[in-house]
Every structure is written in structure tokens, then in C-alpha cells.
């Protein structure tokens, strides 16, 4: 684990925290400190929000073990985990309702939850230390930072994506995680024979995300024995989606060849 992903959590991280100019449209931050390998989409909302005592100092315990920032530094699970095990590595983990279920029915894997709404990783951290959970640890920024950076080619038995933000307005589209070049860094970071486990209760962005999954040459749909449990535990997001009555879809991939 490199030292400054180390570091204590002092302050922003990546845009999370921060206001960013945004077009007149709403769309694409105007944000002269990025500059990517493809044009990049900002899939969260600036949201602010503070911590309670209570998380602030079960943040302060447990960060400078299991939390980091997002850097540009490869990461070295091994060391951070103080072990070797399957890596799965959730994007968007929210308040990680399924991130702390699943790392607890699946104790032989190691998880990593990525997420920039602080508060949603304070919650996380404080079920982490209430239920002494050892295989999670928390990365605070973009996920497209994280794939493109901090997480080698053919390095991942499972990647998830439970109820990213639809972004439903047309104009908005573009703001979307889920589009064809995601699909494309998610398949090269994959293991072959890793899985990607989507789901989503947006039925307009289960199509766009069908369509794009699909058309990845890495991945198809599975059809052998899975690396990881599909059994998910309903998300706080879902929760929510249930009692408005939405339907949810479940999108699963394997990867198929390197
Ligand atoms: C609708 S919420 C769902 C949260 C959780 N998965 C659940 O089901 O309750 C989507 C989450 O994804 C996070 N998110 C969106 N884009 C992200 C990105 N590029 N990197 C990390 N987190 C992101 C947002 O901050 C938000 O918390």
C-alpha cells in the first residue's frame, strides 16, 4: 500500500467535496485539473454532508488502516489486506448495507468499496468496526480513477455496481457510470472468468446498460459457475425503489477470455 494512499483523510478528495463548474446544460464539469485517456464522465452529484461525532471518531480509528483516498498509485492489495484472496471491488457502495452483508457471507474474499459521498463511507466504517468486519477496505473517489489507476489489468474476480445514479434526464445521459467505455476498462481490470454484477431499477438504463454490456467482446452472459455470490442483500438505494414499486434488473457478466 503506497504511503500517501495511506495517509489520513484530511480533507476533499478528487471532486467529491468540491463545487466544480458545470456546463449551462448541467452536463459535463468544466474542470481544467482533468485530463484523461478518454473523455470522462462524472457519474456523482457534488453532495455535502456532515459526519455525526460518533462516525467522525470511528473514522479517525479506523482510517489510516482501512481507508484511502484515490491516488494515482497502483494498489497493493496483498499488503493492505495482509493477504491473498479473490478481489472484488464495489463501485458507488452508498451507506454499504450490501457491502458489509456480502463481506460477511463471503469472508474468503477481499472487498473493496469505492464511494465519494463521505458520509456513506463513515456509515460503512462505523458497521465495519461495530461487526469487526476484516475483509473491507474503503477508497474515497471516482471509480474511474480507481480502475484507471489503482487497480492492475487482470486483477479482479468481481466488480459491482448496485443502483448506480440513472441519471434520467436525456441530457443528463452522458453523466451515466455504465456506458461502453466503462464496460471496456470494467472487462480489462476482470480476471478471465471474473463477473460484473449490475443492478438497477431504472428500466430505461437496464436497456442502455444491456446493450452496452453486451456488446463488450470480453464479456458475455454467464453461463458457468461463478466466482462470487450472486445473492445480494437489498441495497439502502433498492429499499427505496421497492416501496415506490419499481422493478429491479439484475445484469450479470462473465469475462471470457484476457
Ligand atoms: C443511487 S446510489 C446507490 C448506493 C448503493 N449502491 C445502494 O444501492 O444503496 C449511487 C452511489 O454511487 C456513487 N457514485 C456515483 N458515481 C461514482 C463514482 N464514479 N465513483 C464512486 N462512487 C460513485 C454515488 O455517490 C452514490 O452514493
Redesign the pocket.
Known sequence: MPESALMRDNGPVNQ?DQDIPTSPEGGQPQDPRRSRLHPRV????S?RGSLTAAQQASWDRQWPSIGADVSDNLLDTAEWFGREAPLIL??????G??TAAMAKAEPHVNLIA????RP?LAQLLQQIERDAIPNIRVLR????D?LENMIGPESLTGVRV????PWPKTRHHKRR?LQPPTFKLIASRLKTGGVLHV?TDHAEYAEAIADAGNAEPLLTSLDWESPMTHERPV????DKAHRVGSTITELIWGKIRA
Not at 448496485?162 to 445514479?165: G, S, V
Not at 441495497?235 to 433498492?238: D, L, Q, S, V
Open positions: 467529491a462524472t457519474s456523482f452529484r453532495r464495489e463501485i458507488g457502495s452508498g451507506t448495507t450490501a469505492v464511494e465519494v459521498y456513506g473517489g471516482d471509480a474511474m480507481v448496485f443502483f448506480p445514479d457510470l443492478a441495497t439502502k438505494f433498492e
